[in-house]
T-cell receptor
């Protein structure tokens, strides 16, 4: 069965520190997709990144970077030089086995950036 | 661009009442779905649809009904509300092709007393 584990329930960092959010997944699919979504205090869900299981290249977008390692079934998310606006709940998600676009979400990590 | 629109934003029900949460999208997306978000549990899939006239159950479908008569609309019906259905509900849509990102509505906060 699909499973996504975000072991860090809450993290607090001081502004400008780097922080890594961990995501470990389980699937028996050979083709799958991994996602990260951000949920700021306003409550909406904002798409951050999608990664195909065949593409293990790391990705960087500004202060955000993602490290995908199939060998350890991990898809970790690093924020460099954190800012107060990064305070949010971050969800890692995995495509499920139905073939539709359903996602199986982790329980989320609440990040608080202290000014 | 409206995107995915959910109404209402907030709702309070009494146990046993029924209601419909509305979801509409204007992106011509074939895929639509409903998730519920509970503290400490992430988002869980209730029902989904890959096109008009086609619906299927997700992980937690009990107590909910859906229909998809048009591409744009995907309402979620609570048949007889229970306190366990107190949650935040999100509607999402996307194109139907592998790995498409989901576009989410702003959510409906539902309390059942």
């Amino acid at each position: 069965a699909q499973k996504v584990t975000q072991a860090q329930t809450e993290i607090s960092v001081v502004e400008k520190e780097d922080v890594t959010l961990d995501c470990v997944y389980e699937t028996r699919d050979t083709t799958y997709y991994l996602f990260w979504y951000k949920q700021p205090p306003s409550g909406e869900l904002v798409f951050l990144i999608r990664r195909n299981s065949f593409d293990e290249q790391n990705e960087i977008s500004g202060r955000y970077s993602w490290n995908f390692q199939k060998s350890t079934s991990s898809f970790n998310f690093t924020i460099t030089a954190s800012q107060v606006v990064d305070s949010a709940v971050y969800f890692c998600a995995l495509s499920d086995l139905t073939g539709a676009n359903n996602l199986f979400f982790g329980t989320g990590t609440r990040l608080t950036v202290i000014p | 661009n409206a995107g995915v629109t959910q109404t209402p934003k907030f709702q309070v029900l009494k146990t046993g009442q029924s209601m419909t949460l509305q979801c509409a999208q204007d992106m011509n997306h074939e895929y639509m779905s409903w998730y519920r978000q509970d503290p400490g549990m992430g988002l869980r899939l209730i029902h989904y649809s890959v096109g008009a006239g086609i619906t299927d159950q997700g992980e937690v479908p009990n107590g909910y009904n859906v229909s998809r008569s048009t591409t744009e609309d995907f309402p979620l019906r609570l048949l007889s509300a229970a306190p366990s259905q107190t949650s935040v509900y999100f509607c999402a849509s996307s194109r139907v092709s592998d790995g498409e990102k989901l576009f989410f509505g702003s959510g409906t906060q539902l309390s059942v007393l």
